[in-house]
Each structure stands twice: as C-alpha cells, then as structure tokens.
C-alpha cells in the first residue's frame, strides 16, 4: 500500500495540476471498440448471479473489469458521485482546494478531511489506482491532470464538464481493455436504484435485475444489515425503483433490459434472452458454469416463507396498492 509520499512522487502532474495551475492537454476522446455492460440490482436482487453467467457463457465477448466502483461513480460527501458534483457546481462551490480533496480522495485515496474518518478503511479499497498496477500509473497522471485541467477551465459549463467526465470513464476502462471484447463487465458498480451517473457515459448496456421483495427484506434482515421493519424497507425501495423508473422512461429499449431473478434462474429462456440482448446467439446451456449455479442460487429463492411471520407477510400485503415496486413484482396482492 503506497503511503501518500509515494503517491505524490509516482502523480507529479497530477499533484501539479492540483496545486499550481499548471497547464496540460485535454484529454481526447479515446477509441473503444466496447460498451460498459452495467449489470444492476436494488441491493440483493442477484445481479451478481446474472454477472457470473456472463462471465460463464460468452467469456471472449464479455471482458470482467470487477465492480466498478472508482470514487468517479461512488458516493462522495453529501451522496453525489464525482460526476455529478462537478457537473453541477458552480465557480464558487467548486475551489481548487476542494477540488483537489475530492480527487484526491477519488483518485488517490487520500482523505484530506473530506470524508468522516469512519470511511478511511474504503479509501485504499476503492480508490482509482488500486484497480491498476503500477505500471499503468504514468498513463494515469496524465488522464488525471488532462481531467483536473479541462474541469477547472469549464466549470459552470455542464456539458463540456459532462464531456469531460465522460471521456474520463472512458479513458480509465480503455487502460485495462484486452482489445478484443465486445463488452466491458461492471458488476453492481452503478445501482439500478441510482442510475443517474449513466446519464454522462451515455454508450452502454444496461442489465437491471429484480427480486420478489420479500426474500430481499429476508436476506438482508439474516445479514444483519437491516434492522428496521417491513414500512421502512418498503419505503427505501420504493425511493429506489421511483429513481429507476425515472431513469428508465428516458433511456432507448436496447440499452436497458430488466431481468426477473427467479426466472432467470429457473428458465433456460430468460437467460437466452440476456444473450440475446447482447446480440448473442449462444445458446444458455443447463445453467451451471465455474461461476453460475442455477441450483444453488435457487436455494435463495422463495426463503421469505420460512423467514417472515404472518404478521410482517400482511404488513407487505397492506403496501402494495401504493406501492410500484411491490406491484410491479407482483401480479396482484394475493401473488404475494
């Protein structure tokens, strides 16, 4: 792990382009010969399950790039990603010196007090350059400083800002591409309940995958990471599938495709229609691969009915004619 010494020496235009101003080229837009393939849940909604049997089934077209989650696409600060915030702040929120704690942070991984201490343990986790090795970092000091410059000169501007930002993402995931596949795999980085970073890639494919609710609720509550009751789990994924659908009414049918997860699993010809969408014709196969087991992640289906009580059952029923998520899941309440 690089102390932050080392971190200067290996970025000095980076560092240069934080501090005193200096001038480097724009960066240009890189030629790809891929899409960033997003495949998305809610949280729980087994999208890693759809990923595996990417990474199974069409192994030479789709390249895994791991989760994509550079500080670029990540929450920062208030809940805004990077992009967003760049995108949207003006000459005055947007300091040099605020600047550079954020892509320090982002970059880097370096917390100048930008991030409540609690969150250092995921700095040197998720930050940009733990994703490449060191002999990719020349390359990266010069995407980084391209990056800070054309931001700084174009702030207030959001679509030059956005431009910017886009040819960032693309910069980064061309650095790691083995030149031949079709599609680029980034498994949860960006979360169908908050989809709106696509909006600045604009070029990519979008795999959303949905999950009966109620296992949902199950699986986290057996992790231990949700402790409140079924009204508030109920409130949180209805903030997240609202967002979702927003994001949906506006995006072109053959870059989003929703995948039912208990279909998935169960069906040859819903994962036939996953290939398809990717313009595919390979068949799907028994559903067991290195990666994906069909059988075993069946196991995680249908786990609410030994998991919820009678009562927390009813507290679902009691939500779904107001709610989307529970109704777009289910047919009816009594599917429930």
Known sequence: ?????????????????????????????????????????????????????????????????????????????????????????????????????LVS???????????????????????????????????????????????????????????????????????????????????????????SVLSYIEDYCCIAVVRNPMDIFSERRKLGNWKKGVDAFVAEYERYYDSFLSFSKNTDEEKLLVVDFESFLRTSETRNEVLAFLGSNVSAGEGKGQYFDASKSLLNVDIWSKDLSAEEVQEFKKHYASSHFLSFYFESDASL
């Not at 959001?158 to 795999?185: D, Q, T, W």
């Open 1 to 101: 792990m690089l102390d932050s010494k080392e971190k200067e020496d290996l970025f000095p235009k980076t560092i240069s382009a934080l501090t005193d101003g200096s001038k480097f080229e724009y960066l240009s837009h890189p030629t790809v010969n891929f899409k960033p393939l997003f495949v998305s849940g809610f949280g729980y909604s087994g999208s890693s399950a759809v990923a595996d049997f990417l990474k199974d089934t069409l192994p030479q077209e789709v390249q895994n790039f791991a989760n994509w989650e550079f500080r670029l696409l990540w929450s920062i600060g208030k809940g805004k990603s990077l992009g967003d915030w760049l995108i949207n702040a003006d000459d005055d929120e947007c300091s040099r010196g605020t600047l550079k704690n």
């Open 105 to 195: 942070y982002s970059f880097l991984g370096i917390n100048e007090g930008l991030v409540p201490e609690k969150y250092n343990n995921k700095i040197h986790t998720y930050s940009v350059i733990n994703f490449f090795n060191k002999r990719d970092f020349a390359k990266l000091d010069e995407i980084f400083s391209g990056f800070i410059c054309e931001v700084m000169e174009n702030i207030g501007n959001k679509e030059l800002v956005r431009a910017a930002c886009k040819k960032l993402f693309f910069h980064l995931i061309a650095l790691r591409y083995n030149g031949s596949s079709s599609y680029m795999l980034m498994d949860n980085g960006v979360l169908a309940r908050d989809p």
